[in-house]
């Protein structure tokens, strides 16, 4: 089965970084899109960063310049590097897989992991 496990989550300093991680299983990883939604508390889920199977990504204006989403097909991973974070980008983030035809939001997310920007 369709299986997406975060990590890489934490306590950062403002300007600090972080490197989020997604362990993909239980598909054929390289055909599908990926993105990497965030929810803060009391706002909607937003997709901050995705990239499909060809390598084209593509971002929140609020984190341009400052978020990198990576994939390693012969990993099965899909990787978020957030750099100069700022307090506002705290919120729980889930990585998500694309639909078939590489739309967002797919149907299977992981748990989700606590990204919290604090002095």
């Known amino acids: 089965q369709v299986q997406l496990v975060d990590s890489g989550g934490g306590l950062v300093q403002p300007g600090g970084s972080l490197r989020l991680s997604c362990a993909a299983s239980g598909f054929f990883f390289r055909a599908y899109a990926m993105g990497w939604y965030r929810q803060a508390p009391g706002k909607e889920r937003e997709l901050v960063a995705s990239?499909?199977?060809?390598?084209?990504?593509n971002y929140l204006d609020s984190v341009k310049g400052r978020a990198t989403i990576t994939r390693d097909d012969a990993e099965k991973m899909v990787y978020l590097q957030m750099d100069s974070l700022k307090v506002e980008d705290t919120a729980v983030y889930y990585c998500?897989?694309?639909?078939?035809?590489?739309?967002?939001?797919?149907?299977?997310w992981g748990q989700g992991t606590q990204v919290t920007v604090s002095s």
């Open positions: 990239i499909d199977d060809r390598g084209r990504t």
């Open positions: 998500n897989r694309g639909t078939a035809a590489n739309t967002f939001p797919g149907t299977y």
